[in-house]
Structure formats: structure tokens, C-alpha cells
């Protein structure tokens, strides 16, 4: 292949036709390979724009700097799942005029949901929630929309027959226990790439059940009306 | 105070009298902080050496450079554990005449132990597990080490009777999680600093028999079991 497309300097006016991809995606795609093998600190937003295929000056036009670049990777592994797990506690049957999945269902399909969506990707993203540098205010969103999230995994517990009676702080600890459960598949997965996504996501589903206190003969139950979910509208 | 004590380009002969540390000792202390605080790249080893009061020069008759002072922090996370394991192993009864503690109990103090070293530091230095640098050759040993540690996780799940029956791929699926939430523990920590140690290694710990599938209703027994063992000499 020519390397003449990817010369900087050379404006860009459509994606890379190869990749199908619209140029914010581009980027944040080539951030995401970038931050991941050679470090953020070690990353500049040039280097970015080049691995994309274009123009420093055209990457500012989708993004402020590479802290941008960085707030938009981390909070695409949480918003969708947020957006998840409020379909899931809003259907909780009240007005539907149907019995709604029990919580440790939509537990269940929220566990799974989240490490597919944490083991997705062709980059360990999840890696990046230890940078010290997102401890600033610039990343406050991202801390914001994880807690949410966090949130949302401590209401579905406190509705599971298992977790319904403990006190505030046990809850908070089970639920701690839980969300670090999930992801820990950051660090789990890396370490055996090659085993399925789907198959590692529902042993983790199972685990995360394990955890909330379910028993070991009520799994299969869980995963069968689990089955029976859809993803909500988001 | 002064900071004269600090000022670089003065040797030193003798550690700080006020932390009582060696001067390697000084020399990793500083190195978790920085490391940890301002990120590994962004953090020069005459940082470092400032840092722990001492010349740059005289660092180098410790460490090599900054590669050898991530290494021996990074072994430090998993080295102590990998003994303790071992321990655990070989206590199985044989030849003591006694019967052995049950592997569930001692699975659950190693939990314990492990999650109380990687959350007993005064920082994070979990956080550089994720970092890019450490894939290269140089941190081998630590890999190397880690890896051992998630086997005897392995061998000690093996042994007890929820796990006993699981076929191969099953077993090292359930290693993964368990060993994944331990390491979790590094995410976690993080957000509810104040919690007290020895109470959330403790939950973890359950937590991880529970993930074993060890019955709810078991684990007072494994606590009381695991509360007899005594840390086997090193």
C-alpha cells in the first residue's frame, strides 16, 4: 500500500473509503490503538491525526486535544451501559400490565452486557481508567456517568431476594464487590485473549450472580429469564 | 523545615532519620508516590531521586534506572503473595500428622492477605499493572510471577469441593474471576479509600469463596477455619 494517504499534510474531505468509518471515528479509533500500546503520556494528538489519516488542523476540528480524545474513549465504555441499566430499572413492570424479569435477570443481562461492551473493542480500554491524569476536572463526566452506573448495579442488587435485606453499608460493599467484579474483566480478559467474548461474559454474569449471594441452583433460572430480555430502547 | 535536607546535589550517607526507611527503601517510596501521582512517563528518575532526598548518582547505586525501580515495585505487589501461596500449598497435611485446614479456608486467607497487600500501600501501585510499558522484556519476572500466583489461586480452587468436579477450561475460567476480583481490588479501593482494609479483605474474600460456588450458608465455617492459620514462615 501507498503511504501517500496517510501523509500529513494532506487534507482530508471524506473517510478513509477502506474503513467505512466517518472521521471522528477515525480518530478515536487510532486514540484508542495509540493510548492503549504506547501509553497516553507518550501519545501526541499529531501522532493521532497521522495514525487517522489526516491533518492535525482537521483533527482539531473534531476534538479540542488529546484530553478530548481521552474523555470521548472513557466515556464510551460506560454510557452505554448506563443507558442499559436505566431500561432495565425502569422495567420493573409498574404500568406495563406484565410481571416484570426479576432483578437478579436483569442483573444478570447487565453483567454480561457490560463486559461485552468492556471486552469489545480491539483495545484494552478499560486500561485508561488508571491514568493518574483522569483524576481532573476535565474527566469529571466520565467519574460522573461510572458512578451512575454504579448506581444503577446497587438498586438492581437491593431488589435481588439475596441482597434485599442487608443494611446500607453491606449493600455498598456488595455492590463495590459487584461493579469491580465487572471490571476487573480488564484485567482478566488480556490475560486470555483468545477465549470467547460471549462465553467470558456470561461466566462473569454467573460469577457476578455468585457475589450478590444467589445460589448455585438458582443460576440456570437467572440465565433462562435473562434470556427472555431485550435490549431496552435506549 | 528546612528544605536543605532535600536539596539536590548533596550526598547522602545515611537514611532520613525521620522514616527510618533505607535509602532504597526512600528510593521506591518515592518512586510508588510519583509513579503513581503524576504517572510513570511523566516522572523523571531525577524526580525520583529529589523525591527520596538524595543525589541522582547516588539512586543509580540502587537502581539501574526507572524500568528497575517499576520492576521492583511491581514485584513487590505479588511476590509477598506467591510466598504466602506456597505456604498455603504445602500445608496440605501430608507428613504433619494433622489434619490440613480445608482448601476453602485456606484459599480465603490468601484472599484475605492478597487484598490487604494491594490495598495496604499508601498508593495505588495496582494502577501500573495496566501500563503500557510493562508488556516489554524487562518486566518478565513480573509477569512470570503473577502468573504462578493466579496458578496456585488455581491449584487451591481445584482443591476444594465446589470446584473440585470442573473440567479443565472450566476451572481456569473460574481461576480468571476469582483471581481477576482479587486484582479488582485495585479499582475498587480507589473509590471508597476511608473503608477500612481488613473489613473490605475481608468481604472480598467471601466473595471470591462465593465465586468459587462455595454455598452461602458454608462461609462462617470457612472464616472460622481460615481464623486457625497462621501465616506459614516465608
Not at 40 to 46: F, G, L, P
Not at 171 to 185: A, P, W
Not at 210 to 226: C, K, Q, Y
Request: charged fraction near 25%; charge should be neutral; hydrophobic fraction near 40%.
Amino acid at each position: 500500500m501507498s503511504t501517500a494517504g496517510r501523509r500529513v499534510g494532506r487534507p482530508r474531505a471524506s473517510p478513509r473509503p477502506e474503513s467505512g468509518l466517518s472521521a471522528r471515528e477515525e480518530l478515536l479509533a487510532a486514540a484508542s490503538e495509540l493510548f492503549t500500546s504506547r501509553g497516553y503520556a507518550a501519545t501526541s494528538t499529531r501522532a493521532v491525526a497521522e495514525r487517522a489519516g489526516m491533518r492535525q488542523a482537521t483533527m482539531y476540528h473534531y476534538f479540542a486535544g488529546k484530553e478530548d480524545l481521552l474523555a470521548a474513549l472513557l466515556e464510551g465504555t460506560v454510557t452505554p451501559s448506563l443507558t442499559l441499566a436505566r431500561g432495565l430499572l425502569e422495567d420493573d413492570g409498574a404500568g406495563a400490565g406484565e410481571r416484570p424479569a426479576p432483578a437478579e435477570a436483569r442483573l444478570w443481562y447487565l453483567c454480561r452486557s457490560d463486559v461485552e461492551l468492556l471486552c469489545g473493542g480491539p483495545h484494552n480500554l478499560g486500561g485508561l481508567y488508571l491514568l493518574p491524569e483522569i483524576r481532573t476536572e476535565r474527566f469529571a463526566d466520565f467519574g460522573r456517568v461510572r458512578g451512575e452506573l454504579k448506581c444503577a448495579y446497587g438498586k438492581l442488587l437491593a431488589a435481588t431476594a439475596s441482597c434485599g435485606s442487608l443494611g446500607t453499608g453491606e449493600l455498598r460493599l456488595r455492590t463495590d464487590l459487584v461493579f469491580g467484579l465487572i471490571e476487573s474483566v480488564i484485567l482478566v480478559h488480556r490475560s486470555a485473549p483468545d477465549r470467547s467474548v460471549q462465553v467470558f461474559a456470561s461466566a462473569t454474569a454467573d460469577a457476578a450472580l455468585r457475589v450478590a449471594g444467589v445460589p448455585e441452583e438458582d443460576l440456570a433460572a437467572v440465565r433462562e429469564a435473562a434470556g427472555t430480555l431485550s435490549r431496552p430502547a435506549g
